[in-house]
T-cell receptor, first 115, second 117 residues
Framework: AQSVAQPEDQVNVAEGNPLTVKCTYS??????LFWYVQYPNRGLQFLLK??????LVKGSYGFEAEFNKSQTSFHLKKPSALVSDSALYFC?????????????FGRGTSLIVHP | SAVISQKPSRDICQRGTSLTIQCQVD?????MFWYRQQPGQSLTLIAT?????????ESGFVIDKFPISRPNLTFSTLTVSNMSPEDSSIYLC??????????????FGPGTRLTVL
């Protein structure tokens, strides 16, 4: 079975400071990993994904995520937070080597960026 | 990426009635998914809908309650039947990849916010 843990329900950061939203996963074989963002009253928007290759993945809106196989983590980062980054962030995982092609989503982390 | 629209965007319904949610994609896709997102919670997959075959439902969801149609490669509907207040939720349509069905990124519609009184 595959699973995702987002240990923080909420992350608070001041505008201009770096931000990190944590995600750890469990999956059989190699993972495909995803981050999505959900703004209020909107659907999920795809931010970035890790499939293979470089462990540091760059995505939309200046976000990046680092795949760490030994720690089974895929933390989302941004060097300088904006107030407009305030939203709900979801990490997702699926197996790259068979099994379910449907990703499992974490419970979400609410990011609040203070002016 | 696929552009997905959903209708209605929100609705308030009475207990015991049914609501059909439409999902339209701007390109042909093999796999479409319906999710439910209850307030403050993560996404729960209701069913997978592939064109030309019956939908596959996840544990806890049944066809009588959530009938799904998939008449072509760009459109699907989800009906929430005999609604109760517990059905109040956001319903999200999602697609994966393109015709090959081997794509690895899911794209989501804007969601339908349902309130059942």
């Amino acid at each position: 079975a595959q699973s995702v843990a987002q240990p923080e329900d909420q992350v608070n950061v001041a505008e201009g400071n770096p931000l990190t939203v944590k995600c750890t996963y469990s999956v059989s074989g190699n993972p495909y990993l995803f981050w999505y963002v959900q703004y209020p009253n909107r659907g999920l928007q795809f931010l970035l994904k890790y499939i293979t290759g470089d462990n540091l993945v760059k995505g939309s809106y200046g976000f990046e995520a680092e795949f760490n196989k030994s720690q089974t983590s895929f933390h989302l980062k941004k060097p300088s937070a904006l107030v407009s980054d305030s939203a709900l962030y979801f990490c997702a995982v699926r197996s790259a080597s068979g099994g379910s092609y449907i990703p499992t989503f974490g419970r979400g982390t609410s990011l609040i960026v203070h002016p | 990426s696929a552009v997905i629209s959903q209708k209605p965007s929100r609705d308030i319904c009475q207990r015991g009635t049914s609501l059909t949610i439409q999902c339209q994609v701007d390109s042909q896709v093999t796999m479409m998914f319906w999710y439910r997102q209850q307030p403050g919670q993560s996404l729960t997959l209701i069913a997978t809908a592939n064109q030309g075959s019956e939908a596959t439902y996840e544990s806890g969801f049944v066809i009588d309650k959530f009938p799904i149609s998939r008449p072509n490669l760009t459109f699907s509907t989800l009906t929430v039947s005999n609604m109760s207040p517990e059905d109040s939720s956001i319903y999200l349509c999602s697609v994966e990849g393109g015709l090959a069905g081997a794509g690895d990124t899911q794209y989501f519609g804007p969601g339908t916010r349902l309130t059942v009184l």
